[in-house]
């Protein structure tokens, strides 16, 4: 019994503290107590100095409490910065009109041949009644058919893919631009409307453009196009760019042609003339003028998609105002998933040399187009190897064109794009108010009789478009917070909640290193006398 008391007692005695042990622990207590004294952080002294329990504890919640919230705080403008690190504003400055090019105005008659050139409902009417058609005017009609889409399929008419003949066809059978563009004015100055304006192939037909860059700017060398259409002949954009605009040393006569000034009287104006003998009603429909779309010079204009009519007889003035966002350099360096955008030089796309958001949405209907049905549609850029589809893929391209639109909604409900195709980080777009009146041109022609005479049984429209204002205000995409800004706002959040500066940090490196140091030289201790 005795040797077991002694054993007991050894193992408690064991387990009391040696004074070594008691004299470490004391000098760190000592030695926080000290640190607490001096620093800045709110509250410690509280915590460690000889209060009650109960203080301690109360001053300990509350600094638990602080530091929580300060963590919360910074933890939210963390997630601000990670997920949405740009923010647009308004730039500090109005941008002048003179900065800017005048947009592309693209117009596309409705009436898309010469009635007179040929009868597509005479050879309508021969096919209805299976009366036989030679082949020429069968392959002119089943060509124009691709383009009249407001009547039903014809079961005659099968052919899967069309040849090169088809733009053959298209611009033999076209409605002359000299006949349709009667007169012009640019700036308050007279212009040959067939020299400013450039006759293009896009989903409405032969189309004609103002001020539309040439197709080796806009396309890549191996895209295809026929003759002379999207050719801007003895112009090119060498003095700009598309995100940095005009080069300094551009002068007033560069192209894309300059927005000048704002007003009706520097506005372009178009004397539009249709002869009722050209017009057949069974291809292009019920609507009859033309279709108008402003856009960007560099983007290939879809006017099945985006456009306002003049319809005959009427005067349509469109009071332009331009909307312009450009990107800092900050802000290059975050991903594209971030700033939600794609500068233009960081998407490469197939056809086009530069990036802009309709251009790459048409490159993802080519190439879904294709992969489905084997050819493309004869508006969609392609090489000379590239099949043409005809009436017999009909179906497959309305199906191809439907299921691309499910899967780019579908994806973007899910947070992604199908086609990827952001917004250019710099962009360009303009918003248009329109005003039409009736054109009584016969009182006007008699007062006017030494520009144009009247023809009898023709339409006549009028077309002006023009700035609202000499300058406007240009958005700006910029971080939400840089580095100085993150620091700014992570030190005042420690400060506000826990009193902690950069100084504080410094004191606990100086307790932690230099201060041990010197008390063990002085005093022979760490924690001092």
């Not at 002949?233 to 300094?248: H, M, Q, R, V």
């Not at 003049?310 to 998933?337: G, L, W, Y």
């Amino acid at each position: 019994m005795a040797h077991e008391n002694n054993e007991q007692t050894d193992d408690e005695m064991s387990n009391i503290p040696t004074t070594k042990q008691r004299g470490f622990w004391h000098n760190v207590r000592k030695y926080l107590r000290e640190y607490t004294e001096v620093t800045g952080v709110h509250g410690l002294r509280y915590v460690t100095e000889k209060r009650s329990r109960t203080e301690k504890v109360v001053w300990a919640l509350l600094l638990i409490l602080s530091l929580g919230g300060c963590i919360y705080m910074i933890s939210e403008i963390m997630y601000k910065y990670e997920n949405t690190p740009v923010v647009v504003s308004f730039a500090t400055e109005d941008t002048p009109l003179y900065q800017i090019p005048f947009p592309a105005i693209t117009i596309c008659p409705e009436a898309k041949h010469n009635k007179q050139v040929f009868g597509y409902r005479d050879i309508y009417r021969q096919i209805q009644k299976q009366e036989k058609v030679d082949e020429t005017n069968f392959t002119k009609f089943s060509h124009l058919h691709l383009l009249c889409q407001d009547i039903d399929i014809i079961a005659t008419i099968a052919n899967k893919t069309v040849g090169p003949d088809f733009f053959e066809t298209l611009d033999e059978i076209k409605i002359d631009p000299g006949e349709m563009f009667i007169d012009c004015s640019y700036n308050d100055e007279d212009i040959e409307c067939e020299d400013f304006f450039t006759p293009i192939i896009i989903d409405e037909g032969i189309c004609y453009s103002f001020n539309i860059l040439g197709r080796e700017e806009v396309f890549k060398d191996h895209v295809y196009n026929y003759a002379q259409y999207y050719h801007v002949p003895n112009k090119s954009a060498d003095y700009f760019n598309i995100e940095t605009g005009y080069k300094e040393n551009a002068n007033m006569n560069t192209y894309p042609r300059r927005a000048m000034m704002s007003g009706a009287d520097n506005a372009l104006l178009i004397f539009f003339n249709i002869d009722t003998d050209y017009i057949d009603p069974i291809c292009n429909g019920i609507f009859k003028g033309f279709r108008v779309l402003i856009h960007n010079p560099w983007d290939v204009p879809r006017l099945t998609k985006h456009f306002f009519r003049v319809p005959f007889s009427k005067v349509v003035v469109a009071a332009m105002e331009p909307e312009i966002i450009v990107t800092s350099d900050t802000v290059r360096k975050f991903k594209p998933e971030k700033r939600k955008c794609f500068m233009h030089d960081e998407r490469p796309l197939q056809y086009f040399k530069f990036y802009s958001q309709p251009n790459c949405l048409l490159e993802c209907q080519t190439n879904y187009t294709l992969k489905k049905c084997g050819c493309v549609q004869y508006f969609m850029p392609r090489n000379n190897k590239t099949a043409i589809c005809g009436n017999g893929l009909s179906k497959c391209v309305e199906q191809a064109e439907s299921e691309l639109k499910e899967k780019e909604l579908e994806s973007r409900l899910g947070g992604k794009r199908f086609c990827d195709c952001r917004p250019a980080c710099t962009n360009m777009k303009f918003s248009v108010e329109t005003s039409h009146s009736d054109f009584y041109f016969k009182e006007y022609f008699e007062t006017h009789t030494q520009k144009m005479n009247e023809k009898n049984g023709t339409y006549w429209s009028v077309l002006q478009i023009y700035f609202k204002e000499e300058q406007f205000k240009t958005m700006e995409r910029n971080e939400l917070y840089g580095i100085s800004d993150l620091i700014s706002n992570f030190g005042g959040l420690l400060g506000l909640f826990t009193g902690f500066s950069l100084i504080s940090l410094v004191e606990i490196i100086y307790f932690c290193s230099l201060r041990i140091f010197c008390n063990e030289r002085m005093y022979g201790i760490w924690s001092g006398p």
